[in-house]
Nanobody, 123 residues
Framework: QVQLVESGGGLVQAGGSLRVSCVAS????????MGWYRQAPGKEREFVAS????????YYADAVKGRFTISRDNAKNTVFLQMNDLKPEDTAIYYC????????????????WGEGTPVTVSS
């Protein structure tokens, strides 16, 4: 089974940047499409960005399009999310996983969820 460990979150002011990472262990994720998802307090987990196993194409939620960039390094079994021009509404715990049916469906994924990495954006 694959274990996912997210890291890189933190506290940042509005307009700032963060890069979060997701390292997988247990088996290679090189053949899986991967996605980033987030869950804000009191809200359901939602889709943020996804990347195909080959690295292209990528997809983004409208709320982050133009500000966030997803990438991956299959040799390092790692997926990244570069977040620029952060806004207070981006505050959430960020998770990665492999979508099973559709990239925008966080309720159908291949692996157990990791603990995520918290991102807090102050105004």
């Amino acid at each position: 089974q694959v274990q996912l460990v997210e890291s890189g979150g933190g506290l940042v002011q509005a307009g700032g940047s963060l890069r979060v990472s997701c390292v997988a262990s247990g088996r290679s994720i090189g053949s899986y499409d991967m996605g980033w998802y987030r869950q804000a307090p009191g809200k359901e987990r939602e889709f943020v960005a996804s990347i195909m196993w080959s690295g292209d194409p990528t997809y983004y939620a409208d709320a982050v399009k133009g500000r966030f960039t997803i990438s991956r390094d299959n040799a390092k079994n790692t997926v990244f999310l570069q977040m620029n021009d952060l806004k207070p509404e981006d505050t959430a715990i960020y998770y990665c996983n492999a979508p099973k049916v559709a990239y925008y469906r966080p309720d159908m994924v291949f692996f157990d969820w990791g603990e995520g990495t918290p991102v807090t954006v102050s105004s």
